[in-house]
């Protein structure tokens, strides 16, 4: 016992070392967060805000919680943002956290070799842990590989115990693996690459095993999906677009390579030296094949037989989990240094193994004590691994993004909770500039300014020019936009309606301007009065919906802040007051209901337009998408059915085949396979046809 507390002392004091070392980084950085980075602060920032522990709104229940977050998983955002109220939200401030998951990292590697062999391994593998170049970086930069790192490898670790045939399943490991499970895909859902192929061995052999361990995997799955489907029911949708356009779309955009390609496979062999540093590869990868031989030859005359210390079953476990890990990345299309991450903790365990075989080899037999390991390890890691991390560090201290940010974001009214909710147009997207960093720094402090993207499309410039207020432009570099955002450019220049409030040098040259609506300039007209007369379209069919498509996705960018909804549903429900059956005011709720992504509300209004317009097909049509998406196929059928004898529709015939199928009438799929197209053909025409 004194042993064991005594190691954990040891593991404890290299967090509070390596944390403080990344407390220098972040207090020599005075950068600006780019696009990546500014995001997960202002999700972080919207979480903490959501949760009533910042300044800016109080708890509103879980669907408000998890609108913050369509794409990804909210774990990860609702820590960070506990921990920046905390702390503060001052970028540096809110890198706290990833302190925090720095030292759940650091506490499963440490677990997790203990369990392969002694204290020696588990000492020195956390030791490199802390000190390797790719994970030192990940600690320095505003990102969720951090926090996805450390949950996988926890995972991992509690779900090999559980797999053990010799020291595990056990209810308590049953169930610990599976909560590790559920945290590492509520970070995010990337874990399930490194996650997917032990996750699939465990279940096939706790099937083949004993009842016990049926009752155990299924008991694991109940706690897993539970655990997820909250979030992912609220937001399967937009989930699954993100990840297509986050790993497909993204591949093909910057070029990966294909699948069936050498590089592909090797492509993230060929980043570990810069990764994990040449000399420690080396030495492990020796040290590696000096082990096997040992194993394989049984000839203590190469060293003391120390062998039996090694568990390998668990050895199995983790050189399986590597490979599967790698393998499912690897077939993953979209390319990127961070996203082999999750696995490096896992391969510095085996290679630190490697590297403790060369002592051995020396019979330097007291590495096994932790009171000596301690200290070899340290020496070890600033050797090795310290001077590539740091020259790497420092470099990246000297291309840190500065600008004129906070200026412009002050001359705006933002970072203020006394100001009015604000939306400000961001045309330029550079590291040092784009709508990410600036409704960071303009919500800071409770502040209520949003920044919002514009000028990807000419459509875009007209329907600013009638309703915007204010305005970024960039005199010099754009950063990474399209060419029609140099026409929106010169569109606000020229167009008198805007006046230049200040303009703000940019280190590296050139400037960005300010520009705000003129005070005799006025709006064409307010959203929220236009608002109904769109809702409304939507009974005239697909052209209708099409136009509520393209309109308010525009729009969503010049109201941040989504104010129209709350006028036009005041609006509406003061109709109804006078009038119950008001179309327009039903419509309007309709459409209010499906963009604030409640289903049950949606259903209820547009069952009133179904009464209201009997005729009419396609509130059905819309009720029973909505149905669909609500995961309620059968009553989705029902609604169809019903419609579908009052009034024939090919869409409504399409959805209602589909929702059968669905809901597990797979025999009706023959009939599903023909319509379906049908219905998605006459979809497709519709959109090509609406201007």
Known sequence: MKGALRFWVYVILIWLFSTGLDRIWWNSFDGIPAWDQADYLNSALDHGRALGLLHGEDWKGWPSLFDLSPKIPPLASMVNGTVMALVGDDPNDAAWSLSIWH??????????????????????????????????ELRSDYVLEMPLTAAVTLALWRLGCWWDPSRGRSWGQALTAAF??????????????????????????????SKKTRYQLFAGFVLILGGLIPWFHHNWITAIGGTNRAVIES??????????????????????????????????????????FNHCSGKSIWLRNDSFLDDSSSWKWLLFSLLLGWLFTSLSPNKGDRYITPLLPALIIFLARGSIQ?????????????????????????????????????????????????????????ADSKIPLRTVIIVPSTPDLNQHNVSFYGRRNGGNLVGRQLGNHVEDIDIFLSQGNYVVLAEGDQGSIRETALLFDNAVRTSGIFYEVNRFPRPGGGSYSLWKRRSDSRKIQDFSVSFPKLATGMASGLNGLQKVFSVISVQHMLDGHFEYRSIARERALNKLLDNPNDLEANWTLSLLSILANRPDEASSKLSRLEELMPNNPWPSVYRTVVLLADWKPWTAVFVAENAQKRNKNVVLIGL???????????????????????????????????P
Not at 109 to 126: H, K, T
Not at 185 to 205: D, R, T
Request: proline content about 5%; overall charge positive.
């Open 103 to 136: 030292g759940l990292l650091i506490f499963a590697v440490g677990g997790w070799a203990l369990r392969l062999r002694d204290e020696g391994l588990a000492l020195v593998a956390v030791v490199l842990v802390a000190f390797s170049p790719a994970l030192l």
């Open 180 to 209: 590790a499970c559920l945290v590492a895909i509520l970070v995010k859902q990337s874990a399930l690459l490194a996650l997917f192929g032990p996750l699939v061995w465990s279940s096939w052999v706790a099937l083949r095993h």
């Open 251 to 292: 591949a093909v955009r910057e070029g990966d390579p294909s699948l069936l390609t050498i590089d592909n496979w090797i492509w993230y062999l060929r980043i570990l030296p810069e990764q994990l540093g040449i000399i420690f590869l080396f030495v492990g990868i020796s040290g590696c094949f000096l082990w096997l």
């Open 358 to 414: 060369w002592w051995l080899w020396l019979r330097i037999g007291w590495l096994k004590n932790s009171f000596f390991s301690l200290p070899i390890a340290f020496i070890t890691g600033f050797l090795v691994l310290v001077p590539v991390a740091w020259k790497a560090q420092i470099s990246r201290l000297a291309d840190a993004n500065h600008g004129p940010l906070e200026e412009l974001i002050s001359a705006a009214g933002g």
């Open 656 to 690: 209602r085949d589909l929702s059968s199928v669905v809901g597990g009438a797979f025999w009706r799929w023959p009939v599903a396979s023909r319509s379906i197209p049908r219905a998605y053909k006459e979809i497709e025409q519709a959109f090509r046809d609406t």
